[in-house]
């Protein structure tokens, strides 16, 4: 049974940094991607980011490259985003997801709960 857990959200001020993490097990990751996808309130979710376990490829969303980034830790199951320069439109549910297939533009297989992330002063 694949087990998806994100952490590290909270309330930042803008410009600020926050790391989150997203653990997980169940299934060994080494030929599957892991994305980062997040839902403000009242619009539809978002790819944020993700991460090919394997080749460590990357890609980025155009609102967040440069400010966010996306790492992993084979050896512990572990996915992490660093998220910079933080903005209010930052603000959203983030959630980590695992899927076969590379890219942001379809739907994963498996989610987790996600984790708040709120930007504000």
């Known amino acids: 049974q694949v087990q998806i857990v994100e952490s590290g959200g909270g309330l930042v001020q803008p410009g600020s940094s926050l790391t989150l993490s997203c653990a997980v097990s169940?299934?060994?990751?080494?030929?599957?991607?892991i994305g980062w996808f997040r839902q403000a309130p009242g619009k539809e979710r978002e790819g944020v980011s993700c991460?090919?376990?394997?080749?460590?490829?990357?890609y980025y969303a155009d609102s967040v490259k440069g400010r966010f980034t996306i790492s992993r830790d084979n050896a512990k199951n572990l996915v992490y985003l660093y998220m910079g320069s933080l903005k209010s439109e930052d603000t959203a549910v983030y959630y980590c997801?695992?899927?076969?297939?590379?890219?942001?533009?379809?739907?994963?297989?498996?989610w987790g709960q996600g984790t708040q992330v709120t930007v504000s002063s």
């Open positions: 997801a695992v899927d076969g297939t590379y890219g942001l533009g379809h739907e994963y297989d498996y």
């Open positions: 169940g299934i060994t990751l080494d030929y599957y991607v």
């Open positions: 991460i090919s376990v394997r080749h460590g490829s990357t």
